[in-house]
Structure formats: structure tokens, C-alpha cells
């Protein structure tokens, strides 16, 4: 999908690879990366790449869905989204990921919440980015949300 207009960009610039150290582009944080012991590593001190874009799908999944309900007159005030990343064998060769995203918000009824999910999955950038590559499972409280 082509934009029609760039709102914004960055970049980031990874040496060492998963063992390595990470920055982006316009003097934000470094991070030092760790490799994972399911991959071989020692969990080390440091971050992972799935860590790193869990953090980032989760922040942009909030502030899709926090808009997304804004248009539906839902207030999402005390609301929590966690994304969780798994890593592992496609079955076709290579690794390909799985996400997670649950969404903690005690003031709505969980049957309109599981309806905020599905918009904002629609909505959010990063679902968009993954739509049809990664499988996303959604969930209120720990309960998963039928398709809809």
C-alpha cells in the first residue's frame, strides 16, 4: 500500500545483529540486544527485536484504539494493552512470528470491547503492516474475542 503523504519517519541502525546493539536514526535511545535462550542465548541483559516491536505494536495499538473509541463515545480511562510476540518454526521453513493482544479495560462491557478491538485492528498501522502475514489472536481480559 502506497502512502499519499509521509506524517512522519525514522529509522534505526542495528550492529552485532541479535547479540548486538541497536539505535535509531535521530539520536533517540541505543539498546543493547540480548539473544533469548529459546534462541540459543544466555538472556542476557538487554532487549530482543520481538520485545522491541512488541513494545512499539503495543504503544501504536493503544492510541489506535483509544481513537477509535473516542469516535464511538467509549472512554477508555484506566485501559491497558498488552502485546505479547512468539517466535517460531513456520512449518514452511524459516521463523515467522504470532501476536497476542489483549486488552485490559475495566470500565467497558467486555462484549463492547472485544467490538473496539476489532476496529482498532483495522485501524492500527502495525495490523495493518502484518495483516496476512502474522496470525493476531484477540482478547479482553484474557478471554479471546470471537471473529468478527
Given at each position: 500500500m502506497a502512502l499519499s503523504r509521509v506524517l512522519y519517519r525514522t529509522g534505526a541502525v542495528a550492529e552485532?545483529?541479535?547479540?548486538?546493539?541497536?539505535?535509531?536514526?535521530?539520536?533517540?535511545p541505543e539498546f543493547t540486544l540480548a539473544v533469548p535462550?529459546?534462541?540459543?542465548?544466555?538472556?542476557?541483559?538487554?532487549v530482543n527485536p520481538e520485545q522491541l516491536?512488541?513494545?512499539?505494536y503495543a504503544?501504536?495499538?493503544?492510541s489506535a484504539l483509544e481513537?477509535?473509541?473516542?469516535?464511538?463515545?467509549?472512554?477508555l480511562a484506566g485501559s491497558r494493552v498488552r502485546v505479547g510476540v512468539a517466535l517460531g518454526p513456520t512449518g514452511r521453513g524459516g521463523l515467522g512470528l504470532a501476536v497476542d493482544i489483549d486488552l485490559d479495560a475495566p470500565t467497558v462491557d467486555p462484549d463492547e470491547a472485544g467490538r473496539l478491538l476489532h476496529?482498532?485492528?483495522?485501524?492500527?498501522?502495525?495490523s495493518q503492516a502484518i495483516a496476512g502475514n502474522v496470525?493476531?489472536?484477540?482478547?479482553?481480559?484474557?478471554a479471546p474475542v470471537p471473529a468478527s
Open positions: 552485532g545483529g541479535r547479540a548486538g546493539r541497536v539505535r535509531v536514526d535521530d539520536g533517540g535462550a529459546g534462541l540459543g542465548g544466555d538472556d542476557g541483559a538487554g516491536f512488541a513494545a512499539g504503544a501504536c495499538f493503544q481513537n477509535v473509541a473516542s469516535g464511538y463515545g467509549v472512554d476496529r482498532a485492528h483495522r485501524f492500527c498501522p502495525y496470525e493476531v489472536t484477540l482478547s479482553v481480559r484474557g
